[in-house]
């Protein structure tokens, strides 16, 4: 399960292998994806894919504006055809 935890900027899923999470900020008005980290015990499970679909669902759903500093994202938003 994906919880959103407002106080360190990230949107995380627990496993017992780590955590896996996408980090961001917000600032001037603007909430920007810093970086999406997977345990490389993880790797390839897409997971890292849900993180970005929660991240950018939950910036549509409040209207925020957005951008990306993380290779991972920017990436997720090109495949599916989202421009920012």
């Excluded at 600032?27 to 890292?48: C, E, N, R, Y």
């Excluded at 951008?67 to 994202?73: A, F, I, L």
Aim: aromatic residues 12%; proline residues 4%.
């Amino acid at each position: 399960m994906i919880t959103h935890n407002t106080k360190t900027h990230r949107f995380e899923i627990e496993y017992p292998e780590g955590t896996a999470y996408l980090e961001y900020e917000d600032k001037d008005g603007v909430v920007t994806v810093l970086h999406t980290i997977v345990p490389d015990a993880l790797s390839g499970q897409g997971i890292a894919a849900k993180l970005a679909k929660a991240f950018y669902d939950w910036v549509s759903e409040n209207h925020y504006p957005m951008k990306s500093d993380c290779s991972y994202m920017t990436a997720w938003l090109k495949r599916n055809k989202i421009k920012i």
